[in-house]
């Protein structure tokens, strides 16, 4: 198949306001916070696709993003006050609304104000994540991704990765690497239970098939631009408690060398399981919270000062060999020097959908409404 060539022209790992990638990124609704850090009335510095913002939740309960500066002398915006659903400069006291209209100017003339304003942007919370619209004109529908079904509960959680988030979007496109990376008790002996597979484009984005011989087809759903929904086995360590989650994914650059994963799971608990599931639970993120970081051991892998099997045992082994496999492809994967297969179907597929779009983006033509109308779901198993 493909050397990895057919994007030749496509650069998917840049970017910042300027590029292609981040202008064709910045027309979707992207997931940049974990609702329930953001307190009412403080305000957080964040950094998505190479641009700074300020992200604040109003006394009201109500989120927004404006600019990283104020317009006066160019102080970082978060450092000050939140006051009603505004926020107000630490150094001399000009005050925003959520819209970015400075409404206060307390040493200068009445009047001044109204000629102040900075950039807003609008965002809504889904999932327990906050999401951003981030680019021009009006945002598309939303939410972006569909809600889940049945009573359970709902999980987030935020990684930061020491890579760029193309290669870990990729990561989660291919589901040949989970014979490979995920192979229980991390050895190479033994028979391979590798997948058929294949993908098709779909009105959100693409939707992959797994076969294996003698199991269910696994079907996993990837969304435009950087979202995989798909079931994963109950979290390390809590000996099955919770059963298989329904998860999103996303994964967004912070800049070109650092990426944030997004997870939003939903945990079907029965009302008669919630205690136990809770107390492992617990128990499981104390052991997180006592094990080395995942980066450090990750580092040290990479390094050979120790093996993969060295950390077998580590209360987030799959997020560890996830960090091995892709940091190892280095902060940015070359990917013009890459040997695609026949395992890498959906890789190639979504690459041409990207592809396509970015030209179609940067020739000025139009560019597919992503979006779906019917329930989606994954299909449970590897």
Not at 172 to 201: K, N
Not at 295 to 324: F, K, N, Q, T
Not at 344 to 363: F, G, S
Request: charged residues 25%.
């Amino acid at each position: 198949m493909s050397s990895g060539k057919l994007e030749a022209s496509i650069e998917f790992a840049r970017t910042g306001p300027d590029t292609l990638a981040g202008k064709f990124l910045r027309r979707f609704w992207l997931p940049v916070f974990r609702a329930e850090d953001l307190e009412r009335g403080r305000a957080k510095p964040i950094r998505i696709m190479s641009q700074d913002f300020t992200l604040y939740r109003g006394e009201s309960g109500t989120p927004f993003v404006v600019d990283h500066r104020c317009a006066h002398r160019g102080t970082q915006l978060s450092t000050g006050w939140v006051e009603g659903d505004c926020i107000r400069c630490f150094y001399h006291g000009w005050k925003y609304d959520g819209a970015g209209q400075c409404v206060e100017q307390p040493a200068e003339d009445a009047g001044f104000a109204a000629k102040v304003r900075i950039r807003s942007y609008p965002v809504r919370e889904h999932l327990g994540l906050l999401y951003a619209y981030l680019g021009e004109g009006e945002p598309p529908a939303f939410p972006p991704v569909p809600p889940f079904d049945g009573d359970g509960l709902l999980e987030t959680e935020v990684r930061y990765v020491e890579c760029n988030y193309f290669q870990c979007l990729e990561n989660s496109v291919d589901e040949a690497h989970v014979s490979f990376v995920h192979r229980p008790g991390g050895s190479h002996q033994g028979v391979y239970d590798l997948p058929q597979l294949t993908a098709e484009e779909t009105e959100y984005g693409a939707v992959r098939q797994a076969r294996r011989p003698g199991q269910p087809v696994r079907v996993g759903h990837h969304f435009m631009p950087v979202t995989t929904r798909v079931i994963v086995p109950p979290m390390a360590g809590m000996q099955g408690a919770g059963g298989w989650r329904d998860t999103y994914l996303s994964f967004v650059p912070v800049d070109d060398e650092r990426s944030v994963w997004f997870l939003a799971a939903h945990v079907q608990v029965s009302p008669e399981q919630r205690g136990a599931y809770l107390e492992a639970r617990e128990k499981h993120r104390q052991r997180l919270a006592e094990a080395r970081p995942v980066s450090d051991v990750a580092a040290d892998i990479l390094a050979g000062r120790m093996s993969v099997a060295d950390a077998l045992g580590h209360p987030a082994m799959a997020m560890l060999e996830d960090r091995v496999a892709q940091a190892g492809q280095g902060v940015i994967a070359d990917r013009e020097h890459e040997r695609l297969g026949r395992s890498d179907a959906v890789l190639i597929l979504w690459r041409k959908l990207w592809t396509r779009e970015m030209r179609a983006l940067e020739e000025g033509r139009p560019l597919k409404q992503w979006g779906w109308s019917q329930p989606i779901q994954p299909t449970q198993g590897f």
